[in-house]
Each structure stands twice: as structure tokens, then as C-alpha cells.
């Protein structure tokens, strides 16, 4: 890779990349490469049916991780095993924790009392301003 622009290279060095860069056609790949090995490491099973989706099972609790593009979604019923997976990504890929899910793929998310609440309210406004409703 050559040198940017406006830094000084008397010596016409060129610079070693440490890790893929967005913007390259696998990069992609090679990070979610990367993470399916990870997983997998981690005891995870990648589901025959979305390859995106990964398992983890025991006894008593079930830990679910979805991902999309460079998103991860992580949920289960046993606190301490999100928190276990959530510490070991990070040390792995430094990845940012950005709390409670609010909105993913066009869905809103409220957290509610008894559960969860999933509704398009947003997207829908949106394409009804478009439409001229």
C-alpha cells in the first residue's frame, strides 16, 4: 500500500497492512471467516439453515449469535454466558458493546416488562411520506 498523501516518504517505504480493509472485495469474507472459526472455537454450531445463525446449547441454557455484514446480534437465557462470549469477542476483534438492541434491519425494538416489542413503525412513516400519504 502506498504511502497517504501529505506524509513524508524520503525513502519511498511502503506500508505493511496489520488487517484486512474495508472497501476490498474479501474483506468481508475473510472477517466473517474469521468469526465463523471463532465461534466454532468457542463451542458455537453454525446452523445448517442460515449460516448466519450459530448455536450454542447446554443442560440448562441456549445462547443464540446472529450476524450481518459486521453486525453482531447476541441473546440467551444465560447472562453470564453473553457476557463470557461478549469479553472473548472483544479481546479477539475489539469489537463495541452498544447495549440493549433498539433497531436492526429496519425493525424497532422496545423492551417492555413481559418481553420484547418488534414493529416497523419507522420504516412505515417513511415509505408513507414517499407514497405522499
Same mark, same amino acid.
Given at each position: ?17 496489520? *488487517?484486512?480493509? !474495508?472497501? %476490498? ?6 472477517? /466473517?471467516?474469521?468469526? =465463523?472459526?471463532?465461534?466454532? $472455537? ?5 446452523? *445448517?439453515?442460515? !449460516?448466519? %445463525? ?6 440448562? /441454557?441456549?445462547?443464540? =449469535?446472529?450476524?450481518?455484514? $459486521? ?18 469477542? /472483544? ?43
Amino acid at each position: 500500500m502506498k504511502m497517504p498523501e501529505g506524509i513524508p516518504n524520503p525513502h519511498y517505504k511502503v506500508c505493511k497492512l496489520q *488487517k484486512s480493509l !474495508y472497501g %476490498l472485495k474479501q474483506a468481508s469474507r475473510q472477517w /466473517h471467516s474469521k468469526l =465463523v472459526d471463532f465461534l466454532k $472455537d468457542q463451542g458455537y454450531t453454525q446452523s *445448517k439453515n442460515d !449460516y448466519s %445463525l450459530f448455536l450454542h446449547t447446554s443442560s440448562q /441454557h441456549l445462547t443464540i =449469535v446472529a450476524v450481518y455484514v $459486521d453486525g453482531i446480534l447476541i441473546t440467551g437465557s444465560n447472562a453470564a454466558a453473553i457476557q463470557l462470549l461478549k469479553t472473548n469477542l /472483544h479481546a479477539a476483534f475489539g469489537i463495541k458493546d452498544l447495549g440493549l438492541l433498539h433497531y436492526f434491519l429496519g425493525f424497532e425494538i422496545s423492551h417492555v416488562h413481559d418481553g420484547i416489542t418488534l414493529t416497523q413503525r419507522k420504516f412505515t412513516q417513511d415509505l408513507l411520506k414517499q407514497s405522499g400519504f
